[in-house]
């Protein structure tokens, strides 16, 4: 290396001045622990720097204040006193947000306390509509009875009991005659409901000669609530007969299926 | 002891190194930085604080910073140059070359003030007004080769060697 004419370029000089990169330090570091020359041209450049700096400083100089920086660093170094900083809540922010989110919640439970209360009130409106009619029908069937009772508690009426007969000894009905309006009223409570493809037919009896006369069906017996029916009877009749019969009912009476009978009393 | 040693017993946290290299440094740095920043107490303020920076750093110092004093150097200068920046002082290096240090050697002399051994009159003896400028820039504001080259609009190549002859009169005023 020629260390003379790297002297001469003036690197030296601005490697003293600080403003060289990293690499140039460290290489002229390099260049300075092995070549005596350069390490002396390095302090002299430093001692003239150091000449015009010291010239430079306030006149008081610097030397009066070590005192200073050692206290400086000594409050750095000492124990820090950690301070704890009271919480800076922020609470009306805190209060806004919570505010807002119960108000959503609020809401949100008053929406579907609504939609249900709206689903009950269909409901409760179903249910009221539901007894209302189930109220007219009992009231119709409260008139149905009523006048049912008005009519067998007529004054016309006469009242044949039909007893069991070898059939069904158990069974038993009721015939409310009212002469006059030629009408005659089957309780058929008492009798057995009939089997699929049976109906139970009506008969008015002559007794001398037995003479039947068909006067009707008791139709749709199982699905009667009362088992009361009523049927014309244009005849002089002396006693009254039911008989099961296959459906649509027979000519003749079938006696052996004779279920109950009962005389007219004269 | 050699400057060395201390160095390395500096970056050991030896506390008689540091008192050692204080009061070798000192005046040198607190005479960039009032160079710079132009007060007194704000000097001394940031003077102390850059030993105390230098102190708290003492480890992070090697030999790829250059020598002890350029780094120190450099924490001076950085550190003054902010704070006349926080002051909004205008924000530009610019701003900071229109005084130059030979002010402040030459007011001190005026007022027949006891500097150093070394007299300021034949420190500065046939300094042209060429050379105050780019010492100046590349010692006292730590501009950079091509920042000196811009300022002083001359070829880049020409302020290493300019320095040169320069940094060569000093140190001829210095040995008279």
């Not at chain 1, 403003?19 to 002396?40: G, H, K, T």
């Not at chain 1, 099961?244 to 004779?258: D, I, V």
């Not at chain 2, 060395?4 to 040198?28: G, H, P, Q, T, W």
């Amino acid at each position: 290396m020629d260390t003379e004419k790297y002297i001469a370029s003036g690197i030296l000089e601005l490697y003293v001045a600080g403003i060289l990169s990293e690499v140039e330090n460290l290489d002229i570091a390099r260049y300075a622990a092995e070549y005596p020359e350069i390490q002396n041209e390095i302090k002299a450049i430093e001692a003239a720097v150091l000449a015009l700096t010291k010239a430079a400083a306030p006149k008081e100089g610097a030397q009066i204040h070590l005192a200073k920086v050692q206290a400086k660093i000594a409050a750095a170094e000492a124990p820090k006193v950690i301070t704890i900083q009271p919480e800076n809540t922020n609470w009306s922010s805190y209060i806004g947000w919570a505010a807002s989110i119960l108000l959503a919640v609020g809401l949100f439970w008053m929406y579907t306390q609504n939609n249900t209360l709206k689903s009950n009130l269909d409901n409760s409106t179903q249910v009221n509509s539901a007894l209302e009619e189930k109220i007219e029908e009992a009231k119709t069937s409260l008139e149905k009875t009523e006048e049912l009772l008005s009519t067998i508690r007529d004054k016309n009426i006469q009242v044949v009991a039909l007893g069991g007969q070898a059939v069904d000894p158990n069974s038993y009905a009721k015939a409310y005659w009212n002469k006059s309006e030629q009408k005659v009223f089957i309780d058929a409570q008492g009798l057995p409901e009939p089997p699929d493809g049976m109906v139970y037919q009506v008969w008015s009896l002559k007794l001398n000669p037995l003479t039947p006369t068909s006067m009707g069906l008791l139709e749709d017996f199982i699905t009667d609530d009362t088992k009361v029916f009523a049927l014309n009877n244009p005849n002089e009749s002396e006693a009254f007969g039911i008989t099961l019969e296959p459906a649509g009912g027979s000519e003749t009476p079938n006696l052996e299926q004779l279920y109950t009978l009962g005389v007219v009393s004269s | 002891m050699e400057l060395e040693e201390l160095v390395e017993k500096f970056r050991m946290k030896d506390a008689k190194a540091f008192e050692k290299l204080y009061s070798m440094y000192a005046d040198n740095i607190c005479g960039v930085i009032y160079n710079i920043v132009k007060n007194t107490d704000i000097a001394q303020e940031i003077c102390q604080d850059v030993f105390v920076k230098a102190w708290n750093n003492a480890e992070s110092y090697n030999v790829s910073k250059g020598r002890f004093f350029t780094w120190m150097l450099n924490i001076a200068r950085n550190a003054a140059i902010d704070e006349v920046r926080s002051k909004s002082h205008k924000n530009s290096k610019q701003n900071l070359s229109s005084d130059f240090f030979v002010d402040i050697l030459e007011d001190k002399n005026d007022l027949n003030t006891q500097v150093d051994a070394i007299g300021i009159k034949s420190l500065l003896t046939n300094l042209k007004e060429k050379c105050v400028q780019i010492i100046d820039l590349l010692y006292f504001k730590g501009y950079t080769q091509k920042e000196a080259a811009e300022e002083l609009e001359i070829p880049i190549g020409t302020v290493k060697t300019r320095n040169r002859s320069c940094i060569a009169q000093i140190r001829g005023n210095i040995a008279i």
